[in-house]
């Protein structure tokens, strides 16, 4: 009900009572004092009530139903204002796209579906799409794709799209392969050889060039070419690096110092904003309390514990960083030829001192896989009979 309790004051009450029964003005008492008393009156009543002409001092106690919004409105406005605001743009944002995502390794892959999503109109920073268009877009990539991936779903989770996406498992024909040779892809020193198919060339610690034939597929009897066959095996070789390293001898640490604070951080498109931080250190986070998450945006409000730390400059000798050269530098090498190496031996050849910097040169014997294959020129070869094995 649409109501306003009214508190009426002045001598002689049951005078003012009168006038209102007087003017046919609806009301319900709800109080009576010796000099006032509350009455419950409609809208329409009480705007009747401010005309009369009366001495009695009238106040406002409690409103019901539109009054008491429309009250609230003029008091409130800025604030209810900012909160409609808030509302409407989580509300605009909580319909856009902030993130896709396709879920798979193969980063081939990953970028096939990611060009299709866009061709079809589904990107980020746009506006969400029904179920209809959904299921339409993951036909068409389907079809489109139809030799590479066996399934396709799209997922909304938040203001993400996920993609899940299996790959079809693609049936190798067998193929008979052509008659080859295995090749060094590097020099170096014969460590190893095992032949499947073929007739080994080379020997144990021999020196071989990048490109030398290792295991022939050409069989040979005699000089006299018997038959042309796909070799196939494995050849390990020491192989020798030189890696180039350039350090500085001042070194930067930071340490915490234990003491700790609280600070009230805003999360949002995973960047963050403290309040009220202005601690001359570096600040490094322990634990959040999460005070408020919106359910869909990336974007919530924590109480954040940190800790403090503090940044402390050393400098080394050249016998210190020596200690710290050589694992950075094995895992440089590691980086371009992959962990399936063994190193057999390390040593510095050069090192120097300059504008602060030391300057490192480290040989590494490793011992690597040079296998690699190159199809026989049939050609070159004059006479030839091909025999059925």
Known sequence: ???????????????????????KINFQ???????????????????????????????????KG???????????????GVCLFCFFLLTFLSHLIF?????????DLRDTIYADLKEFGLEKYHFKINYQKKEEIRNKILEKEKDIIEWLEIEEVGTTYQIKVIPRVQ??????????????????MILSIEASTGEVVVQRNQYVEKGQELITGII???EEVKALVPATGKVYAEVWYDVKMSL???????SKTGEQKQVLELHFLNKDYSFFDFSPYATSKNTEKVLWKHPLLPFKITYTKKEEVEVE???????????????????????????????????????????????LELFFKVKEDITAYQDIDLQSIPNQEEEES
């Open 1 to 23: 009900m649409n109501s306003y309790y009214i508190k009426i004051e002045g001598k002689r009450i049951y005078r003012f009572i009168e006038n209102l029964i007087r003017f």
């Open 29 to 63: 008492k709800i109080k009576e004092g010796s000099n006032y008393c509350v009455l419950e009156v409609t809208m329409e009543d009480f705007e009747r009530i401010k005309k009369l002409h009366t001495s009695y001092q009238i106040t406002v106690v409690k409103r």
């Open 66 to 80: 539109l009054p008491y919004f429309i009250y609230l409105w003029k008091k409130k406005k800025l604030f209810l």
């Open 99 to 107: 993130d896709i995502k396709v879920i798979h390794t193969d980063k």
């Open 171 to 188: 049936k190798e024909e067998e193929e008979e392969l052509a008659p080859r040779s295995v090749v060094a892809k590097k020099s170096g």
């Open 220 to 222: 040979k009897n005699k």
């Open 248 to 254: 500085p001898l001042k070194y930067r640490e930071e």
């Open 313 to 359: 400059e050393t400098r080394y000798d050249e016998g210190d960083l020596l200690e710290k050269v050589e694992p950075l530098a094995l895992s440089k090498l590691q980086e371009q030829l992959g962990e399936d190496i063994e190193i057999l031996e390390r040593k510095v050849l050069k090192k120097s001192t300059n504008l602060g910097r030391i300057e």
